[in-house]
Structures are given as C-alpha cells and as structure tokens.
C-alpha cells in the first residue's frame, strides 16, 4: 500500500543518550523530531540562514572568522556558511550521532555533502552545553540552534546553555568582539535581560516574519572587547 502524501512516513528511527531522535518524510519534506518534539525540517531556511549572515554582519570584518554552529539540525546553517568564502573555520557541534549520520550517507546528505567536503568544516560529537564549558578554542562568531528557543528547550539538559552560567561560558569561548547569536521560535525580552546581565554589549533581536503566528527571531550580543 502505497502512503498517502500527507501521511509521515518515518525513515529512521534511534534511541540515544539523550531520548528518541526519529528522520521523517513528510511529502517533499524530511523533518526531525526529539523525544516526540518537532525540531525542524527542509521546508524553508530563511531562519538558520539568517542566523549565520547577522552573526558575520555584526563582526567587526575581521578576517577569515572562525564559527561554531551549535546544532547540525537539516544542514541549513552549516551550508550557508560553507558557501561564504568570508568565513574561516567552521566548526558544528551535535550531540546526536544519528543526526550526523544522516548527512553522512543518508536522506539529509543531498544539502550538505558539499559542506562537509570543505576543508574548513569539522564536525564534534559533543553536547554542546558540556563544549562550551570545556573547550579551549575560542571562536570569533557562535551560532546556536539546538532548541525552539530559550524558553523552550528540545531536552531539559539544554537549560543549562542560557542561565547566567551557561552564556558566560559562550562568551568565555568568543574573542574580544565576537557574536553570539541563538535562533528562537519566539521573541523573549527576559532572554535579552539574562545577556546584558553577564555583560554581553549591542543585545539587539532581529525577526523573519512567518506565514502566522509570532516571527521566528535571531538573538545577538556581542562580547566587549
């Protein structure tokens, strides 16, 4: 029997350290889903893309700039910043490995085979809130999006990334001058308050309307320094 177009149909299905990540087709999309929560899917873009274009607009051009993109999700932002040649090292950290396999040698493969052939791309394993606190390499730009939002966190241990603790470690791995950007579902002034009140400087947030409901928004700071 064949499906019907609106019918999900699930591609693969995995337990991991962190709870159920599940691939789907849904008609012409491929979407993701955690612990039973819609993540993202292949549908637009504009959103992940944009993420990455603020945080290099809100550098100060220094050269070749190193990234860390927080999240492999569909590809969007890593092959975004793959096709800028402005952009140094480009690093994305994801803690599921069913998500990296999937652009490997799976279904999500078509949109970012490209970017992980380029030389400038490294892919870690790692929970990036567990990263940020541990790593000493330091980047010029983070760009994270492994929730819907810091009010809306995809698993509880993400919590952690966006308390007082958790962004002076994001901002202990900028340089003087970097950009934190954090993708959200949904504005939140309370989110603004928490980055001033660790000292990051020019917290403003930029919208993508939506075709209903409130806009998607890209949150940016920017280290002093």
């Keep these: ?53 603020a945080a290099l607009a809100a550098l100060d051009g220094r050269p070749a700039p190193d990234v860390l993109i927080g999240g492999l999700g569909v590809g969007f932002s890593l092959a975004h910043a793959a096709a800028d040649t402005c952009w140094g090292r480009i690093t994305v950290v994801e803690r599921e490995r069913a998500v990296v396999d999937w652009h490997r040698d799976g279904p999500l493969a078509a949109l970012t085979a490209e ?36 009010g809306w966190t995809v698993t509880e241990g993400n919590e952690g ?19 934190l950007a954090v993708w959200s579902a949904q504005p939140s002034p309370d989110f603004e308050g928490s980055l001033r009140n660790v000292g990051f400087q020019q917290v403003r947030t930029e919208e993508i309307p939506v075709a209903r409901g409130v806009p998607d928004v890209v949150h940016l700071a920017v280290r002093p320094g």
């Excluded at 591609?11 to 612990?35: F, S, T, Y």
């Excluded at 490294?122 to 819907?148: P, R």
């Design 1 to 53: 029997m064949t499906a019907s177009y609106d019918t999900p149909v699930v591609l693969d299905r995995r337990e991991g350290p962190h709870g159920e990540v599940v691939l789907r087709r849904h008609g012409a999309l491929l979407q993701i889903i955690v612990n039973g929560c819609f993540l993202m899917d292949t549908s637009d873009g504009r959103s992940e893309r944009l993420l990455v274009d």
């Design 115 to 150: 970017a992980l052939a380029d030389p400038r791309t490294q892919i870690v394993e790692s929970d990036l809130v567990h990263y940020v606190d541990e790593t000493s390499t330091t980047f010029d730009a983070l760009c994270l999006d492994i929730d819907n939002g810091p």
């Design 161 to 179: 990334l966006y308390t007082p603790a958790g962004l002076a470690s994001c901002a202990r791995v900028l340089r003087p001058g970097g950009v």
